[in-house]
C-alpha cells in the first residue's frame, strides 16, 4: 500500500465504542498505529505533529471492513437483470449479463492490449501532436500499468468516500498477480494485516461450479428451474484451501469463499436452490475425507452468501460456531438477484459470527456503510431484534475476527490507525442513529495506516498541511466539496483518471455494444440519483414480498 504518513497525528474527539457510546479521547498516532490513547482533551507535545481536534457534533469510528466486494466492478453501472434467479450459475450465464457486465470487464482487463498504440497514446497523453512516435514494448507495459493504475484508484476512492479502509482483495480475485493496493488497506498483504509472510488469505469465488459440459438454463424463462440435480464439479481453489487445512493451515492464514448463493428458502418459506443447498454438503463431505480435517477450526473460514445452506439443521449450525466459520451477509444483492438471504437471526442467536459485505456495484451497495443502513431497514421491516451496536460489529469487530483476531476493526492501543470521522446532524444525536440516517455526504474524512486520505476540502484547507486533488464536478454536487490525498510518488491525477475510465467506457457503450445509456455510477451515493432510485426500489419489492 503506498498510503503512510511519516507524520504523527493527534485526534481529539468523541471516539465511539462497541457499544455506540460516545467518550472524548486523544488518539496519538504514529507510523500507521495508535500508539497511545489518553482520557479527555490532551493533545501530545511532539514535533511536526498534525493535530486534528473535532468539533463536537463530530464522532470517531473504527474504519469500516468490507470482507465481501469485488471492487474492480465500482466503476460498472447497475445491473437491470432479467429476472429473479435462483443461483448464481444462471445469471452468470445470461445473454445479457455476459453483454452488460462480462464482456465489458473483459474489454476493461484486455481490450487495450487489442487497442491500437495510437488508442492508448489518446488515452494515456494529452494531445499535444499530430504524430507521436510509436510505443516501444517498455513503454507499452509502462503504459498498461498506468491504465490499471487509475483504475485501482478510482475504484478504492469509492470505498474511503463510505468510510471503509480494509477491503477484500482490490482487484482480481484468485489472480496472485493482483495490482497492489494504492489508499486502502487490502487482504492480500500479509505486512499490513499482522499475519505472518509466509500465509496469505485465499480469496476464492467457488469450491464447486456446475460440471464444464452441463449447459446451464440461463434464460430469464428458466429462473426458476429445477436445479437440484445439475452435476457438480469441483473448483481447483476447494483443493487449494483442503490441502492448506491438511497441512495445518500452513499455507493460507485465512480464506473467503464464496458459496451456496442463491435462493435460501427463507423469505421464500420451502423453496431453496437445489445446487445451493448441495454445494456445502459437498464442502463438508470432501473436508470429511481429510485425516486432518480437525485443523478447520483454525483456518479462519468465511462463507461468501453462504444462502444454501439449511439453517434449520440444528447440526449445520453447530458446525459453523464450533468450527469458527464466519458467514458474510450481502442483503442487497441477495435480495435484487434472488429475493432471498439468510435468517441473520437464527445464526446470530447461535453464536455465529456474521460480517456485512456490499458485494459489487452492478447489484449491490455502493459501499459498506450502505449495506449496513439496508440491513437496518431489513430488521425493522422482519421485526428482528437485532441492534445497531450488533449491526455496527458486523463491519467492524467481526470480520476483524473473522481474519483471525487482526489489530483492526477497534480503536485500542497497538491497532491500525485506521479510522472514519462521522459528522452528525447534531451533538445530541446518538452515534449510531447517524451511522443508519445519514449519507456519504456527512463523511469528515477517512484515515488509512495514520494518513487521512479523504474528506472535505475545508478541512484539508483549514486543518491539514497536506497536499490534495479535488473531486471534479462531473461526480456530482456534494463530490465537489470532497479531496483526496495521494502519495505524490504515484504521479496520479484524479480528474485524468476519471476522463480517461469514461473514455474507455464510452468507446466500449457506444461503438461495441451500442448501449449509450450504460454510464459509469457516481462516486457518492450521495449524488447518485440512479443508485438511490434503485435502493428505494429494492425496499418496495422487500416490502411486497413480506407482505
Known amino acids: 500500500m503506498f498510503t503512510s504518513s511519516g507524520r504523527p497525528l493527534c485526534i481529539i474527539g468523541n471516539v465511539v465504542d462497541a457499544q455506540g457510546q460516545e467518550s472524548l479521547k486523544s488518539i496519538l498516532v504514529r507510523n500507521g498505529r495508535i500508539v497511545e490513547i489518553q482520557n479527555g482533551k490532551g493533545p501530545f507535545d511532539l514535533p511536526d505533529l498534525i493535530l486534528l481536534e473535532l468539533a463536537d457534533e463530530e464522532v470517531v469510528f473504527p474504519g469500516l471492513i468490507n470482507l465481501h466486494v469485488h471492487s474492480e466492478y465500482n466503476v460498472f453501472p447497475i445491473w437491470r437483470s432479467p429476472a429473479v434467479w435462483s443461483n448464481r450459475f444462471q445469471w452468470r450465464n445470461n445473454d445479457q449479463y455476459i453483454r452488460d457486465i462480462k464482456n465489458f470487464k473483459e474489454y476493461i482487463d484486455a481490450g487495450w492490449k487489442q487497442e491500437s498504440f495510437e488508442f492508448i497514446e489518446s488515452v494515456l497523453r494529452a494531445p499535444a501532436a499530430d504524430n507521436w512516435p510509436p510505443l516501444t514494448k517498455a513503454e507499452r507495459a509502462t503504459a498498461m500499468r498506468e491504465v490499471l493504475k487509475l483504475h485501482g484508484i478510482v475504484t478504492e476512492l469509492q470505498a474511503v468516500a463510505g468510510g471503509t479502509t480494509l477491503v477484500q482483495q482490490t482487484i482480481r480475485l484468485e489472480d496472485d498477480g493482483k495490482l497492489p493496493n494504492f489508499i486502502i488497506r487490502d487482504t492480500t498483504d500479509p505486512g499490513e494485516l499482522g499475519i505472518p509472510q509466509t500465509q496469505k488469505v485465499f480469496s476464492v469465488v467457488d469450491f464447486v461450479r456446475p460440471a464444464p459440459n452441463f449447459d446451464v438454463p440461463s434464460a430469464p424463462a428458466q429462473a426458476n428451474a429445477d436445479t437440484s440435480n445439475w452435476p457438480m464439479m469441483h473448483h481447483p481453489g476447494l483443493a487449494d484451501f483442503l490441502n492448506s487445512v491438511q497441512e495445518g493451515n500452513s499455507r493460507y492464514y485465512a480464506c473467503i469463499a464464496h458459496i451456496a448463493e442463491g435462493r435460501s428458502g427463507y423469505l421464500q418459506q420451502g423453496n ?193 498541511s497536506v497536499d490534495y486533488q479535488r473531486i471534479p464536478p462531473s461526480e456530482g454536487q456534494v463530490a465537489t466539496q470532497k479531496v483526496v490525498s495521494i502519495n505524490s510518488n504515484l504521479h496520479f491525477d484524479l480528474i485524468k483518471a476519471l476522463s480517461q475510465v469514461d473514455l474507455l467506457m464510452h468507446r466500449y457503450t457506444n461503438t461495441i455494444v451500442n448501449q449509450p445509456w450504460l454510464q459509469r455510477t457516481r462516486m457518492l451515493s450521495a449524488d447518485d440519483f440512479v443508485y438511490q432510485h434503485y435502493i428505494k426500489q429494492l425496499k418496495t419489492d422487500f416490502a411486497e414480498l413480506i407482505r
Open 272 to 464: 431453496p436452490d437445489g445446487f445451493s443447498r448441495r454445494e456445502f454438503k459437498e464442502f463438508r463431505r470432501a473436508l470429511s475425507q481429510l485425516s486432518n480435517a480437525r485443523f478447520i477450526k483454525t483456518a479462519n473460514l468465511t462463507l461468501t452468501h453462504a444462502c444454501g445452506l439449511d439453517y434449520s439443521d440444528q447440526d449445520t449450525l453447530d458446525f459453523l460456531r464450533d468450527n469458527h466459520i464466519s458467514v458474510v451477509w450481502s442483503p442487497v444483492s441477495n435480495l435484487i438477484l434472488y429475493r432471498d438471504t439468510i435468517p441473520v437471526k437464527t445464526l446470530l442467536d447461535h453464536g455465529i459470527n456474521v460480517c456485512l459485505g456490499s458485494d459489487w456495484a452492478p447489484s449491490g451497495s455502493k459501499h459498506v456503510w450502505d449495506e449496513f443502513k439496508f440491513a437496518r431497514h431489513f430488521c425493522d421491516a422482519l421485526s428482528l431484534s437485532i441492534p445497531d451496536a450488533d449491526l455496527l460489529a458486523m463491519m467492524t469487530q467481526n470480520p476483524a475476527n473473522a481474519l483471525g483476531s487482526l489489530k483492526t476493526g477497534a480503536i485500542r492501543p497497538g491497532y491500525n490507525a485506521d479510522f472514519f470521522i462521522l459528522q452528525k446532524q447534531s451533538a445530541k444525536q446518538p452515534a449510531l442513529t447517524a451511522l443508519h440516517t445519514q449519507d456519504d455526504r456527512s463523511v469528515r474524512c477517512t484515515i488509512v495506516n495514520g494518513r487521512i486520505v479523504y474528506g472535505d476540502n475545508e478541512l484539508f484547507d483549514r486543518t491539514l
